[in-house]
């Protein structure tokens, strides 16, 4: 009998074998978890992944709302600023066609007045005045009015154009005489009034 085949070897041997397999156990439940780790956390990865791309597709179409607005916006200030051109350069039109329109009843009594061969003095005088009147009535329509300061009021600079200082007994800068109206639209100076001022 060799030494291989004793009892005590044979006893080994199945203890070896006995043993092996559960080894092999434990090293398969270990891997096991390791790949159940990994797959988790590749879900994880997913999960994290497809909240950022509809965070991503959110931040998208707020984007594409946005800049709809600003276009949007941005057409209806265009819109506005051409129809305030629009509306600027009408009433200018406009405006320059009414004024035009009452000083055609002006002109038409200028011509009836030009029309009468044989007229008087008083009727020239007559006629005159209310043709005055009528011109006057049109300036005041389109708030045209006119500058005639008072003889011995203060010189206004803003309102009245000195032509020259002359001596006089009046407090010096005041007015002596005025030698043209001058007339505003509205509140502003369409021209001064002509005047002469005391001298200092």
């Known amino acids: 009998m060799s030494h291989s085949d004793t009892p005590e070897n044979q006893e080994n041997t199945e203890k070896t074998s006995t043993q ?3 080894a092999a156990v434990h090293s398969n439940g270990s891997q096991d978890g390791d790949v159940n780790e990994e797959l988790a956390g590749l879900y994880a990865d ?5 909240a950022k791309a509809a965070e991503v597709e959110s931040l998208q179409a707020k984007n594409a709302e946005l800049s709809e607005q600003f276009l949007r916006a941005k057409a209806d200030a265009e ?13 200018r039109k406009f405006g320059i066609e009414s004024f035009a329109q009452d000083l055609l009843a002006v002109a038409d009594s200028l011509d009836a007045a030009l029309a009468i061969e044989s007229a008087t003095a008083e009727q020239l005088l007559e006629g005159t005045k209310a043709t005055q009147n009528q011109l006057l009535s049109v ?18 600079p803003n309102h009245h154009q000195a032509i020259s200082a002359v ?3 009046q407090e010096p800068g005041t ?12 509140d502003r100076v369409l021209r001064p009034a002509l005047v002469t001022v005391a001298a200092e």
Not at 80 to 86: I, L
Not at 140 to 156: A, C, M, Q, T, Y
Not at 175 to 186: E, M, S
């Open 139 to 156: 300036f005041e329509r389109h708030k045209l009015s006119p500058i005639n300061p008072e003889v011995g009021s203060k010189f206004d």
């Open 79 to 91: 819109n506005a600023r051409r129809r305030a051109e629009e509306d600027v350069a009408k009433a």
């Open 46 to 50: 997913i999960e994290e992944l497809k």
């Open 20 to 22: 092996q397999p559960e």
């Open 167 to 169: 001596p006089s007994q």
């Open 175 to 186: 007015i002596v005489a005025v030698l043209q109206k001058g007339y505003v639209i509205a």
